[in-house]
């Protein structure tokens, strides 16, 4: 059984659609990366799912129970929705000793996931006196308290400097390999690149793409980038060929859907003049932006 699976979900806010009959499953042992321009819907999915928001329509569950089914939720699933809710006169460990006894945890796991996080040497100083970086950190921290097999995080990044992003990568990663789920939302889409096993790509609350990361951008191949001062006569050899052409400017063009081989053979028998010509391999963010424009929106 997937370790999440969101069917049919809808959530409107009065004339409103959030979320618009959307299902996709989040499997074991792997990172998902939840991807949509802002207003998509993405918030609002995780805060459904985490049954902070009830839900007009459909499910949305955690091994096939609601969240607030949960036995012992905090040691099932752990949620990172955005760095606020400390006491700012608290300090990081007597945070998180707090939500350790209200979920039942030893309190030795406090000190640990201090360690895991980066945090040891802050722990007695007051979350008023954090960065936002330092903060995301302690609220992975609460996350991992419970030392759950599902992770639900929104964008995690926030406020980390690219030393603190490549240790967060490193950590997803490493929680990945130890069996656990990890749904990640992200506007980082090159950071994206890097980590996530899976994605799931929504635009107006709708469902646009889910699939391996691998298959997504093999999905949406390759381009050739071309300059030249004959455009429509090198766009009309290439039309017959059975390219598709996209005329970018004056003199340049987008061509996919043939080999590079067969473009430098329309080239030559039209003797037509190049001035550059270039391979373009398609990309996490290429792909996103080539779906969410079908939808007619942006980021």
């Known amino acids: 059984m997937p370790a999440i699976t969101v069917e049919r979900l809808s ?50 569950t955690f091994g096939g129970r609601p969240y607030r089914k949960l036995p012992e939720p905090s040691r099932e699933v752990g949620a990172l929705l955005e760095a606020s809710g400390f006491h700012p006169g608290r300090s990081a460990r007597n945070h998180l000793r707090v939500l350790a006894a209200a979920g039942g945890i030893p309190a030795a796991r406090v000190d640990e996931v201090l360690g895991l996080v ?14 936002l970086g330092m903060r995301q ?22 406020g980390l400097d690219p030393e603190g992003v490549h240790w967060l990568r490193t950590l997803l990663r490493h929680l990945a390999a ?25 635009a107006k609350g709708r469902l646009v793409a889910q699939s391996s990361l691998a298959e997504l951008t093999a999905r949406t191949g390759q381009q050739v980038r071309m300059r030249t001062p004959q455009a429509e006569a090198l766009r009309a050899a290439l039309a017959v060929r059975g390219a598709t052409v996209e005329l970018a400017g004056p003199d340049e063009l987008l061509v996919a859907g043939v080999s590079t081989e067969a473009v ?11 001035y550059e010509m270039r391979l373009e391999r398609s990309d996490l963010e290429a792909a996103f932006l080539e779906l969410t424009t079908r939808q007619g929106v942006s980021s």
């Open 178 to 202: 130890e069996g656990r789920s990890v749904l990640v939302s992200s506007h980082l889409l090159a950071e994206m690149a890097q980590t996530v096993d899976h994605v799931v790509i929504i």
């Open 118 to 131: 980066g945090l040891s040497e802050s722990a007695t100083r007051r979350v008023a006196g954090y960065s």
């Open 11 to 60: 959530k409107r806010f009065g004339a409103v659609t959030a979320v618009d009959d959307l299902s996709f499953e989040v499997g074991e042992g792997a990172i998902t990366g939840f991807l949509g321009p802002n207003g998509a819907g993405k918030t609002t999915t995780l805060r459904t799912l985490l049954g902070l928001v009830s839900p007009t329509s459909g499910t949305a």
């Open 137 to 158: 950190r302690l609220g992975l921290a609460a996350a991992l308290l419970g030392d759950p097999r599902v992770l639900v995080l929104d964008e995690p990044a926030n």
């Open 264 to 274: 430098g053979r329309a080239v030559a028998d039209a003797g037509i003049v190049v």
